[in-house]
């Protein structure tokens, strides 16, 4: 059995200096944990995990303070690369309207392990003016599915992470008001579905069905004690591992960030 958890920490260094991270992974012992918006590069969090040894791999931001991605392994993977493969970034476009490239944020981790790829992402956000829809909607999302499937022509492919949207109206407690807003456009939704399309599982829906199962909450009108919240946290997996999945959960009772961690559990 393999666990693999998925958890935007929102600052890795504010989660290990309230001991929040290592209580969760004494608790947990995921077999793989993958992390984003870190924050931080590796050797500013001071992470003491009494004696649980994890292989640390890093994806962080040019810019200090920002963004990140990061997975630690119990088992050391055949090997790991940050970013997108060269062909993929020539052929997209990763830079918005305001000259932010999006290759230099630290956002994707790929993990090659003898029966499949782990890839850890952290999905640029829209942004409140939707500045950043055309770079999700035409160069994001297309370039990352392409890099998932380019991967799964060797072996199949779990890939988890903070997707920035809510993929259908199930998923957030609040679909009216929000339909055009960040997380919730169609473009966006849009973009989710074409993994939908191409044979990526949601395992989380494996499991359950229906609303009330959210990820992320606004710090605003204590929205996660009312549990008016998002799902835009997943784990998707391709369609040959559907039957080695076990168990898929979103653990909302893990707090230290304004999302909580998902999981899926594979027989393999």
């Known amino acids: 059995m393999t666990t693999i958890y998925s958890w935007n920490v929102n600052g890795i260094r504010a989660v ?6 290592q209580s969760f992974i004494r608790a947990h012992r995921p077999d793989i944990l993958c ?8 050797g500013q969090a001071e992470i003491d995990l009494d004696g649980h040894e994890y292989h640390e791999f890093w994806n962080s931001a040019q810019k200090k303070g920002y ?15 940050n970013g997108f493969p060269a062909a993929i970034a020539r052929k997209y476009a990763f830079t918005d309207h305001e000259g932010r490239d999006s290759l230099t944020e630290g956002r994707v981790i790929t993990a090659e392990y003898a029966k499949f790829y782990v890839v ?29 499937r380019q991967l799964e022509k060797k072996k199949p492919v779990v890939f988890c992470g903070d997707l920035n949207v809510a993929h259908t109206e ?12 960040k997380g919730f456009t169609d473009e966006e939704r849009a973009g989710f579905q074409s993994f939908i399309d191409a044979g990526f599982i949601d395992t989380f829906r494996l499991f359950r069905q229906g609303n009330g199962y959210y990820t992320w909450w606004s710090h605003f009108a204590n929205s996660r004690a009312r549990n008016v919240g998002w799902r835009i946290d997943y784990v998707l997996v391709s369609a040959s591992l559907r039957k080695a999945v076990t168990a898929a959960e979103i653990h909302p009772d893990i707090l230290g960030s304004d999302h909580c961690p998902v999981s899926v559990t594979l027989a393999a």
């Open 35 to 42: 992390l984003q918006e870190t924050k931080a590069e590796r």
């Open 120 to 148: 850890t992402v952290y999905t640029p956000n829209a942004k409140d003016d939707l500045g950043r829809l055309e770079l999700r909607h035409r160069h994001w999302d297309p370039a990352f599915l392409a890099h998932c």
């Open 16 to 21: 290990t200096r309230k001991g929040t991270l």
């Open 170 to 181: 199930l998923d957030l407690a609040n679909p009216g008001p929000n339909r055009g807003k």
């Open 67 to 81: 963004s990140g991605t990061a997975i630690f392994s119990r088992g050391e993977p055949l090997s790991v690369v």
